[in-house]
């Protein structure tokens, strides 16, 4: 739950083309702050200090709405109906047939071209008796981008002591459908704009992970980490073994992978990334059973953020907390099927501390 201490400020931030007014949320609680817009649950900045309390900006983002809403690289964005890659568009769900948008060469990334990063949330700041939080909610009809079901989705931001940004998704549908909810915040623990994350130093608590095709669909192997440039079981910088003559890093340009987090129940430690200069840290927590790391391999400076900077190549990294890609169509991946009567549930922790 959010801290006493949280206060959450409301601002406009700016219209959408139909004339809706989008707004801006600042979350303050200690030391960090972060601001949130409906539009698309967008995380716009997180506001941390270093061990030497200098504060910097750790996400990469954008100064307005209209920015936003021309983005194809996701900032910050609360994805849905399904998080990541669904093979050529298709998948089958008790006998039936489905045909999505093919928006990532022959696969539907990221829920399509419509999905709920595109899509203005209602959003209502809650008071309760240990502090605000944010609550964004979206109602998606029965076949958009073309998903069965009527899904009604819900989010709540709440930043809590110690540094803790919580995520808590849920969903209810009316027919059986397939839902995979994360967020696509894109961080540089350095600062957004201050260069490449490449001496970065990352920990998976994963043993395996899921390799893909040239498409970036996972053939159905979980792969040991042993013994490849995915071992991050120990603290590694992220540049250390990304050129390393691997056919994994060849496909993606880097990382972008699935990595298979060690089970477990409830809340648990997923990654923890340390920038050594400042001494920030990231620890992302989560009740997934996925974790996918993008190591900014298609970012080529043609964007100019917040600061005025442009962001390059892997000048960011991503830890998007979610059930694995293609899973509708991997009967052996973990489900993620919803069915009326049921309720999804994920919640994913980012705690930004120093060391």
């Known amino acids: 739950m959010a801290s006493a201490g949280t206060r959450i400020e409301t601002q406009p931030f700016g219209k959408m083309a139909d004339g809706r007014a989008a707004q801006i949320y600042t979350l303050h609680n200690g030391a960090v702050t972060v601001r949130i817009t409906n539009y698309g649950g967008r995380i716009v900045s997180v506001l941390a200090p270093d061990h030497s309390g200098k504060t910097a900006d750790v996400v990469l983002g954008f ?51 419509g999905g709920f990063y595109t899509k203005l949330w209602t959003p209502t700041v809650r008071h309760e008796k240990d502090g605000d939080a944010l609550e964004l909610t979206y109602t998606s009809p029965d076949g958009e981008e073309g998903y069965p079901g009527t899904l009604q ?38 600062g957004e704009g201050s260069g490449d994350i490449l001496g970065q130093e990352m920990q998976v608590e994963a043993d395996k992970f899921t390799p893909v095709d040239e498409t970036l669909i996972p053939t159905g192997e979980l792969k040991a980490v042993a013994g490849t440039p995915f071992d991050f079981t120990k603290a590694t910088a992220i540049g250390a073994r990304i050129g390393a003559p691997d056919p994994q890093l060849t496909i993606g340009k880097g990382y972008d992978h699935n990595f ?11 990654a923890r990334v340390t920038e050594p200069r400042g001494g920030r840290v990231l620890e992302v927590l989560t009740t997934e059973p996925g974790l996918q790391f993008y190591s900014g ?15 390059a190549f892997r000048s960011a990294f991503c830890v998007e907390a979610q059930h694995f890609p293609d899973s509708p169509n991997q009967p052996s991946f973990p489900s993620v099927v919803l069915k009326p009567g049921e309720t999804y549930r994920q919640t994913t922790v980012y705690r930004f501390t120093t060391r």
């Open 260 to 270: 298979v987090l060690r089970a477990g129940t409830g809340l648990r430690l997923a």
């Open 153 to 190: 989705a819900k989010v709540v931001y709440s930043l809590e002591d110690g540094g803790r940004l919580r995520l808590d998704y849920s969903a209810t549908t009316d027919k059986p459908t397939v839902v995979n909810l994360t967020n696509h915040a894109y961080f540089n623990l350095a």
């Open 63 to 113: 100064s307005t709405l209209e920015e936003y809403l021309k983005d194809a690289s996701f900032q910050g964005a609360l994805i849905g109906r399904y998080g990541n890659r669904i093979a050529k568009g298709q998948f089958s769900l008790d006998g039936h047939a489905y045909s999505l948008p093919r928006n990532n060469g022959e696969n539907h990334l990221h829920g399509g071209p």
């Open 297 to 311: 391999n298609f970012l080529d400076g043609s964007l100019k953020g917040k600061s005025g900077k442009p962001y």
